[in-house]
T-cell receptor
Framework: GQQLNQSPQSMFIQEGEDVSMNCTSS?????WLWYKQEPGEGPVLLIA?????ELTSNGRLTAQFGITRKDSFLNISASIPSDVGIYFC?????????FGPGTRLSVLP | GAGVSQSPRYKVAKRGQDVALRCDPI?????LFWYQQALGQGPEFLTY????????KSGLPSDRFFAERPEGSVSTLKIQRTQQEDSAVYLC????????????????FGAGSRLTVL
């Protein structure tokens, strides 16, 4: 079935550093979504990407839909403590969405 | 409502008990999804409704799992004869429509129901 890989699995960074994470698949997707999940909560949408090559920003977050439609990346600039959480990518196929295993981000003060 | 509401937030069941988890989607949202999230994993698809019709239940792990949305709004996920491997967070998400001219619409998640089976 459809499967997404995310890297890195986890990362520890200093406050103020930039962060980059990506999501890859062997399958083509029509839409890429990036979510953030904090403990005890459901995933919250950060950015939605609808076209190959699309680059979209939301504040300090920037995400791109890969040209091959098989990958996407998310960048966070000037990280702050509240960026801590698990970041999931999700790809749309048919009427469904498949999620990656997540990248766990820790920000050290 | 303003967001997707799920209840109960926490449920502890003894092995063999039946449980029912409720999801109240955003008012007017046509599509409703159930996902299962094991500890340290991403959400795994269980089933999908468009209005009251269950269009895809391919992710339900066994026939002990059953979901319904009889009036096209509130949905219930029922697990019969719970087993320890059913312990997970069950996430509900809703969406206004599945597809728009620009692509698929996005999912809005509830906070989840954490099920622990002893």
């Amino acid at each position: 079935g459809q499967q997404l890989n995310q890297s890195p699995q986890s990362m520890f960074i200093q406050e103020g550093e930039d962060v980059s994470m990506n999501c890859t698949s062997s399958s083509i997707f029509n839409t890429w979504l990036w979510y953030k999940q904090e403990p005890g909560e459901g995933p919250v949408l950060l950015i939605a990407l609808y076209k190959a090559g699309e680059l979209t920003s939301n504040g300090r977050l920037t995400a791109q839909f890969g040209i091959t439609r098989k990958d996407s990346f998310l960048n966070i600039s000037a990280s702050i403590p509240s960026d801590v959480g698990i970041y999931f990518c999700a790809g749309n196929y048919g009427q469904n969405f498949v999620f990656g295993p997540g990248t766990r981000l820790s920000v050290l003060p | 409502g303003a967001g997707v509401s799920q209840s109960p937030r926490y449920k502890v069941a003894k092995r063999g008990q039946d449980v029912a988890l409720r999801c109240d989607p955003i008012s007017g949202h046509v599509s409703l999804f159930w996902y299962q999230q094991a500890l340290g994993q991403g959400p795994e698809f269980l089933t999908y409704f468009q209005n009251e019709a269950q269009l895809d239940k391919s992710g339900l792990p066994s026939d002990r799992f059953f979901a319904e949305r009889p009036e096209g709004s509130v949905s219930t996920l029922k697990i019969q004869r719970t087993q320890q491997e059913d312990s997970a967070v069950y996430l509900c998400a809703s969406s206004l429509v599945v597809r728009t001219a620009s692509g698929a619409n996005v999912l809005t998640f509830g906070a989840g129901s954490r099920l622990t089976v002893l």
